[in-house]
C-alpha cells in the first residue's frame, strides 16, 4: 500500500547556496507567538511573547545493524550502505573492547559481518523532539531495505544505531545533528507464525522504549521584540521557576540568554519521561512572578467567563504553583463539566488533596465524559487509602476494558511514586559516597516493585528485557503494551492455566498438554533450523510459564528455559488464551507509532528524498501531495487504550489451539 507519494526537491541545498552568495548583517528574526489565539488574561506569559522552537516531534534515523536471525538476514547490502556500516562497526569495536569476542562474529571483518545472514543491515526511524532533555526514551522502528533479500527479523537484536535528524545518510552524505541512539530486542508482530509464511511483514519490526536521546538541542525562545531587558527577564522567570532542578551548569541554569531574541532552555533531566509536560509549563509560565495570587484569581474567573480555554488556563495555573491551589478549588463544584474537569486536573498535579474526592466520583459516574481523565489523575493525586480502594473496585467491579486498564495503569503509577519517596528516603540515610543518583533511584523505582506496597502490587524485571506486572484484581486479564517499556500485565483472580489442556502453535513446533484436570502441564518446544527439541514439565502458574518461557542461556542463570523474545512470548500467551488454557481475556495496547513516524517525517524540515514503504517499497515525498493514510491516522476521539485481541467466547476448561 502506498503511504505517501513524492517528489522531493533539494531545497536545502539551494538556500545553502544562497547563504553563501553574501554575508549580510544579522538582524531580528521575525517572530510569530507561540499563543496566538490565547486569551488575553495570558498576557505576560512566555507563550505569549515568544515561540518555542525544537519542542515539536523530530523525525530522526539512521542505518543499524541487527544480529541473532539464525539465517534469515541478508547477504546483500547496497555498496554505499555497507560502507557506512562498514565504519560504524570499526568505530564499535574500538569504542567497546572486546564487543566481538564470543560472539559469532569474532575475527570477521566488517564486510563479513553485514553479509553474513544471521545479520541485516536495517533502516531505524524514530519520532523525538529534538530538544528533549537527554535521557529521553522513545520507541524506533526497524525496516529492512527495500530490495534486501532479508526474510524476517524475528528473534533478532539492534545492535547500537546513531539516529540524526531527517533521513539517514551514508557515508560522505549530508550530515545533520546527531539526537540520539537505539538498541535492544526487535518486537516482531507478535501474532505472527515463527520461521513459517505469513501475510505479516516480518521484515519490519520496532525496538519498544529502544531509543534514547544521547545529545540533545537546546530549545530555543524567540522574543516578539527583541529587548535585551525582556530576554533577561524572561531568562531569570525560568530559573526560578526550575531553581531546583539541573541545568546545563547545575541549578538554577535552565535557561540562558543568547542575544536580545534567543533564549536557550535546557530541558532539566526530571521531565525526561515527561518532555511534553515541561514545554506547557513553560510556555505558561508568568514572566512577572511577583503577584501569583492576583494571576491565579484571575485565570480563575476567565475559566467561569471563557470555558474554551480552560485548557490553557488549567496549564497556567499549574505553572503558578501550590500558590494557585484556593483558587483552583472554589471550581471543584462547579456546574459546568469542562471548567470543573480543568480546575480537578491542575488541583490533582499541584497536591492538593480535597481534589481525590471529586475525582473519585467522576471516576464511578458512568455517564461522565470524564471518566478515563479523573482515574489518570487518580494516579498523581495526593493521599493514600480511598485512592487505592477506588482502583480497585474499578478493577473488580468495571467490565470496560478501558476503564479497567486505565485503572491499571494508575494503579501502576502510584506504586512506583510509592516506591521512589522510599527509595529517595533511604538515599538519604546512606553515607555521601555510597548514594545513588535520582535518575538511578528512578530506575530501579520504574522496573522493580516488591510486594508489600499500599497498592497491592508486584512488578518482576525479566533480564532488562521486559516487566511482569502482577495486579491480582477482578476477573482475569492478559493485557500486553506495543510501545514504551514492554510489559505484560496479569490483571486479575485465577490466572493460572486451565487443565485438561491441549495447545499447539506454530505448526505444532510448540505444545502444551495436560491430560486430566490437576495435572502437570507438559511443553514441548522445536526450536528453528537443526536445533534441539526442549522439553519440561511445570505447574499451572501463568506467571511462572511466562519467566520459563523468556529465560535463555545465561553465565548467571543455569535454569532452563526457552529464550523466547517478548514477542514471542507475546504470541504463545495469545495461542494459551486461543486454546482455553486460560480464563483470562487477551487485549493489546494500541499501536500508535506508525502514525507517530508518518506525520513527523512531514514536519521534521529536513530534505528527505526518500523512504521505505510499510511493506518494503520505495516511496517518495512530496510536501504537496495528500500524505495521509486514513487506516493509520488514530482518530481524535480515541482513547488509545486497549484493542481487544477477540471476544472471549468460551471459558471451557480445555481446547484446541492452531498454528497462528
Known sequence: MKLMRAAAGL?????????????????????????????????????????????EPAYISGYGLVVGLDGTGSTTVPENVAATMEKEILTMASDEVGAFINTPFEG????????????AVVLVEGVVPSGAPEGTHFDVRVRALSGSTAESLEGGKLWTTRLQLGMASTLGGLQTSTIGEARGEVFVNPF??????????????????????????????????????????????????????????????????????VIQVFAPPAYKDRFDEFVQLLLHTPVNQD??????????????????????????LRAIGPRSIPYVRDMYEFSEQAPRIAALRAGAHLGDTRATAYLEQIAFDELSRNRIEAIELLGVASGHGSIERTLHELLEEEEELTIRTAAYEALMERARRY????????NASRPASQRASLEQLAYYAESVIPRGNPQGIERINIRDRFQIDIVPFGDPLIYVTQQG????????????????????AWSDRFIMTAANQGDEVRLRYETSGNGPILTNRMGTELVELIKYMARGASATDIRPGLGFTYSEVVGALA???????????????????????????????????????????????????????????RPENDPGYVVPLKPKTNNSTGGTGGSR
Not at 516506591?419 to 533511604?426: D, G, Q, Y
Request: proline share 8%.
Open 485 to 504: 517499556t514492554p510489559r505484560i500485565a496479569i490483571i486479575g483472580v485465577n490466572t493460572q492455566l486451565v487443565t485438561p489442556l491441549f495447545v499447539s
Open 108 to 119: 570477521m571483518s566488517p564486510r563479513e559481518v553485514i553479509r553474513h545472514p544471521d545479520t
Open 575 to 633: 495461542a494459551i488464551e486461543a486454546a482455553g488454557g486460560t480464563q483470562a481475556a487477551f487485549a493489546t495496547e494500541t499501536d500508535r507509532l506508525l502514525a507517530t513516524i508518518l506525520t513527523a517525517t512531514q514536519n521534521t524540515a529536513i530534505d528527505r528524498p526518500a523512504l521505505i514503504g510499510g511493506e518494503g517499497e520505495e516511496i517518495d515525498l512530496d510536501p504537496a501531495a495528500d500524505q495521509t493514510n486514513d487506516e493509520q491516522q
Open 291 to 316: 503577584y501569583p495570587d492576583q494571576l491565579a484569581r484571575r485565570y480563575t474567573q476567565s475559566m467561569v467567563a471563557d470555558p474554551s480555554s480552560v485548557d490553557q488556563l488549567s496549564w497556567a
Open 11 to 55: 531545497t536545502l541545498c539551494g538556500a545553502l547556496i544562497a547563504g553563501c552568495s553574501s554575508n549580510p548583517q544579522k538582524g531580528p528574526r521575525e517572530v510569530k507567538p507561540t499563543f496566538t489565539d490565547a486569551p488575553r488574561v495570558l498576557r505576560g506569559t512566555i507563550g505569549y511573547e515568544t515561540s518555542l522552537r525544537r519542542a
Open 419 to 426: 516506591r521512589l519517596e522510599r527509595l529517595i528516603a533511604s
Open 192 to 261: 505472527a507464525e515463527p520461521g513459517a509464511p505469513t501475510e505479516i511483514n516480518t521484515r519490519i519490526g520496532r525496538v519498544l522504549g529502544g531509543g534514547r536521546v544521547i545529545d540533545p538541542l537546546p530549545l530555543e525562545l524567540l522574543l516578539e521584540t527583541p529587548l535585551h531587558s525582556r530576554a533577561q527577564a524572561i531568562t531569570r522567570a525560568i530559573n526560578e521557576s526550575y531553581l531546583f532542578l539541573d541545568g546545563p551548569n547545575g541549578q538554577g541554569s535552565t535557561a540562558r540568554g543568547r542575544d536580545d531574541q
